[in-house]
């Protein structure tokens, strides 16, 4: 079974990306829905072929899409997709974006994909296993030692994602950061994975925005939760916190209490 869903989440990336490739800088129409972030022919040409390979395969899984929606989303086992995870940077040339295929078994993240179709990079992360990570540019897919925040980089898409009430929280942890690194989606998590960054603190993401990626984080050995420390899980307020080091979590937790 787990051989078969991991075939079935590299099959659909496979997919995904063969859609997304031929777009990337090109002349796209790009439109606004109701967040402002701009959907293209791409995010739902690639959602759509995601969705029809893993029905074929397991018709009685539920999934979740950034596009379209929820079916079965009761189900044991439910894949959570977002096509292109990073849209202003696909639709600004940039290739710091990629397409995420989670999957959650009773709610639990255990499988994971974050796919770059136009580097030709690839995390997968599988419970229980090393991470596999391949890409023309190298890297070892294995998270570093860093115990101390002061020592750590930080990533963080944008200071926007932030409310009110969450910034003067992230602006203390900033400042008990050595650096901070603006942008990347969740490519900065696949970094992480390589042990380039330390530690990523995000707000405001959606299911299809993490799924994939806790897996991966901890196939490489870290750990990603909320901000209190506590496991992601559907419904949640979508505040995240990935260390490279686990012992880094506590401190960058207790900041952002």
Do not use: N
Not at 7 to 20: H, K
Not at 199 to 215: G, H, Q
Request: charged letters at 25%; a negative charge; proline letters at 6%.
């Amino acid at each position: 079974m787990r051989q078969a869903l991991l075939e079935a989440a590299e099959a659909a990336a496979d997919a995904a990306g063969a859609v997304i490739r031929p777009l990337f800088r090109s002349a796209l129409l790009v439109e606004a829905k109701g967040d402002a972030s701009p959907v293209t022919e791409a995010d739902r040409a690639a959602e759509r072929t995601i969705r029809t390979l893993l029905a074929e395969r397991f018709p009685d899984h539920g999934v979740i899409g950034e596009e379209y929606g929820a079916e079965r989303a009761e189900a044991e086992y439910v894949w959570v997709v977002d096509p292109i995870d990073g849209t202003r940077a696909f639709v600004t040339g940039r290739p710091l974006f990629g397409s995420l295929i989670g999957l959650l078994h009773r709610g639990r993240p255990v499988l994971g994909v974050i796919d770059q179709p136009a580097t030709g990079e690839r995390w997968v992360g599988v419970e229980g296993e090393p991470l596999r990570f391949r890409g023309p540019m190298g890297g070892t897919p294995r998270t570093r030692a860093c115990a101390r925040l002061a020592e750590a980089e930080l990533s963080c898409t944008s200071h926007e994602m932030f409310s009110p009430e969450e910034a003067p929280r992230f602006a203390k942890l900033r400042a008990a950061a050595r650096r901070v690194t603006w942008g990347g989606d969740c490519y900065a998590y696949g970094l992480l994975a390589l042990g380039l960054v330390d530690v990523v603190v995000e707000s405001d993401l959606k299911p299809w925005d993490w799924a994939a990626l806790v897996p991966v984080i901890e196939a490489a050995g870290g750990a990603m939760t909320d901000w209190a420390g506590e496991p992601l899980r559907l419904g949640a307020a979508g505040q995240v916190a990935a260390v490279g080091d686990k012992a880094l979590l506590s401190e960058v937790c207790g900041l952002l209490a």
